[in-house]
Every structure is written in C-alpha cells, then in structure tokens.
C-alpha cells in the first residue's frame, strides 16, 4: 500500500500562484499513475493532472496552459505548480496514486483562490 501526503495549500489572490506537493511513502515502487484531482463543495472529484511511470502527462482543460505535474523521485514526491489561479480553482486537492486495481488517496489540501 501507499501513503501519501499533501501539503502547499492555502490561500492566494487571482492571478498569484501555489506549489503543492505530494509526498509518497510505502510500496511506491508498484505505482503506476499518480495524480492530482480536486473536489470544491457540492461539486464531485475532479481529475486535474496525472502522470504515469514513463512520464506521460494529462491535464484537464480548465487548467492547461496554467497547471504543471511533475515529480521528483530522489524524494519520492509529486508536485503540482499552479500558476494564474482564478477563483474557480478554489478547491480541496487530493493526490493519488494507482497500483493495479488498487486506488490510493491522499487527506488533501484546501486551496483558496480569494481577494
């Protein structure tokens, strides 16, 4: 199994930028895909950005051109670099990663887009 850790959240103006990360611990070397997805309230969990073992990456539309995954196996960790946040961002941000069929979350952290 996974463990994962979020941090990076809190809040931003329009227009600023957050840097979450993601830290992994655990059978990480079965993972497959990792992710971010983000759920705001009253709204069902969303796919922001994944990327699998060899480095393919997906984004949703609502932040192509804004959002960048990446991540940093020295440490075991996967970033998510958000710039030209809009309010509409505004969300809990979840990490998860995928071993087969077995599907692992993170607690998330909350991202506030505000002024």
């Known amino acids: 199994q996974v463990q994962l850790v979020e941090s990076g959240g809190g809040l931003v103006q329009p227009g600023g930028s957050l840097r979450l990360s993601c830290a992994a611990s655990?059978?990480?070397?079965?993972?497959?895909?990792m992710g971010w997805y983000r759920q705001a309230p009253g709204r069902e969990r969303e796919l922001v950005a994944t990327l699998t073992r060899g480095g393919f990456i997906n984004y949703a539309d609502s932040v192509k051109g804004r959002f960048t995954i990446s991540r940093d196996d020295r440490f075991n960790t996967l970033y998510l670099q958000m710039n030209s946040l809009k309010p509409e961002d505004t969300s809990l941000y979840y990490c998860n990663a995928r071993q087969g069929a077995v599907t692992n979350w993170g607690k998330g952290t909350l991202v506030t887009v505000s002024s």
């Open positions: 655990g059978s990480i070397f079965s993972i497959s895909i």
